[in-house]
T-cell receptor, first 114, second 114 residues
């Protein structure tokens, strides 16, 4: 079974600074998909960024980028120029090829300090 | 606007009662999912449906039941057999059950057993 580990329960960052959230996973599959979801206080889950394992290039979405290390099974999220609206729970998720569900980590609570 | 709606936002249940959580989507998505979220944990899959009149158990299906009579609707019933039903429930949908398809989430229902 796939497992996803987020070892940082809570983090904080000063507004406009950069922060990196860690995620590791365990799988025997070669092709799969990784996601970062954001859950703000409203509790609405929002997709932040997606990475396909067969693509070597790290995904980027505006201020959000990932560092995908397939051999190390690591998938960290970097948030640049942090904004107050980035305050939320961030979940790393894994989905195998042909799988029907996402496997989630336990989340990292990020607080952006003004 | 296209999206996923869940109702009610808050639900209170007495022990021994069955309750049904509503999930509706107008995204024309084939696949729908129910997840449970507990404090300090990530989301866990309860049931999923890839197509109308078909659904499959997820990791924690015991004490829950679903139906998929219409493409737009995927209600979840929490039965009295569910020993610890107090949790936050999230419904999601995707174009298909293929790995790369993004899952879109509803706003959630908070269920409390009194």
């Amino acid at each position: 079974a796939q497992t996803v580990t987020q070892s940082q329960p809570e983090m904080s960052v000063q507004e406009a600074e950069t922060v990196t959230l860690s995620c590791t996973y365990d799988t025997s599959e070669n092709n799969y998909y990784l996601f970062w979801y954001k859950q703000p206080p409203s509790r609405q889950m929002i997709l932040v960024i997606r990475q396909e394992a067969y693509k070597q290039q790290n995904a980027t979405e505006n201020r959000f980028s990932v560092n995908f290390q397939k051999a190390a099974k690591s998938f960290s999220l970097k948030i640049s120029d942090s904004q107050l609206g980035d305050t939320a729970m961030y979940f790393c998720a894994f989905r195998g090829t042909g799988a029907n569900n996402l496997f989630f980590g336990t989340g990292t609570r990020l607080t952006v300090i003004p | 606007d296209g999206g996923i709606t869940q109702s009610p936002k808050y639900l209170f249940r007495k022990e021994g009662q069955n309750v049904t959580l509503s999930c509706e989507q107008n995204l024309n998505h084939d696949a729908m999912y129910w997840y449970r979220q507990d404090p300090g944990q990530g989301l866990r899959l309860i049931y999923y449906s890839q197509i109308v009149n078909d659904f499959q158990k997820g990791d924690i299906a015991e004490g829950y039941s679903v139906s998929r009579e219409k493409k737009e609707s995927f209600p979840l019933t929490v039965t009295s057999a569910q020993k610890n039903p107090t949790a936050f429930y999230l419904c999601a949908s995707s174009r298909g059950a293929v790995s790369y398809n993004e899952q879109f989430f509803g706003p959630g229902t908070r269920l409390t057993v009194l």
